[in-house]
T-cell receptor
């Protein structure tokens, strides 16, 4: 099993640019989570999906952030326009029915 | 989601047992207690989960008293590779977990 796959692993962009982060959950998992981690705020849940449907997006910081899950094997987190304060490590995690969330390796985003 | 409180850091020597206590006074009836481990530059990794009493797996033990207002993660005979941040989380089993600041455990020779 390849685990949760995230791409890119590192992204450096300039303020105002659109950023798209991608996640492939573990096959068969029906829940997917997007987290953001910074030194100041720790690990924050942004949004999670169950069976491709967004269940709770209360953690999405503002309208510049959007997430989609068009099918069970793919999700995107988009930031448009990006700002320096969006710099963080973004993690995707997936889960099935039970209790354990499996995290991906993360995408380190730097917005200049 | 129930708020959790755990020590910011703990130091230990190799071979010792490390016990991290987490307080969760407002835990709900449906809530489970879950612990994750995070190494630098990696995503968190599940360690153990419990509801009450004691749970043990190949990595750790989790002790939960009857009132469930706290829990203790026990790492037996730690090694240098156990240096990591350990998070205590409380939530229902369907996913919405709130990570706190975690406990930085540093193991030295």
């Amino acid at each position: 099993d390849a685990g949760v796959i995230q791409s890119p692993r590192h992204e450096v962009t300039e303020m105002g640019q659109e950023v798209t982060l991608r996640c492939k959950p573990i096959s068969g998992h029906n829940s997917l989570f997007w987290y953001r981690q910074t030194m100041m705020r720790g690990l924050e849940l942004l949004i999670y999906f169950n069976n491709n449907v967004p269940i709770d997006d209360s953690g999405m910081p503002e309208d510049r952030f959007s997430a989609k899950m068009p099918n069970a094997s793919f999700s995107t987190l988009k930031i448009q326009p990006s700002e320096p304060r969006d710099s963080a490590v973004y993690f995707c995690a997936s889960q099935t029915g039970g209790t354990e969330q499996f995290f991906g390796p993360g995408t380190r985003l730097t917005v200049l | 989601l129930a708020k959790t409180t755990q020590p910011i850091s703990m130091d230990s020597y190799e071979g010792q047992e490390v016990n991290i206590t987490c307080s969760h006074n407002n835990i709900a009836t449906n809530d489970y207690i879950t612990w994750y481990q995070q190494f630098p530059s990696q995503g968190p990794r599940f360690i153990i989960q419990g509801y009450k009493t004691k749970v043990t797996n190949e990595v750790a033990s989790l002790f939960i008293p009857a009132d469930r207002k706290s829990s203790t993660l026990s790492l037996p005979r730690v090694s240098l590779s156990d240096t990591a941040v350990y998070y205590c989380l409380v939530g229902d089993s369907w996913g919405k977990l709130q990570f706190g600041a975690g406990t930085q455990v540093v193991v030295t020779p």
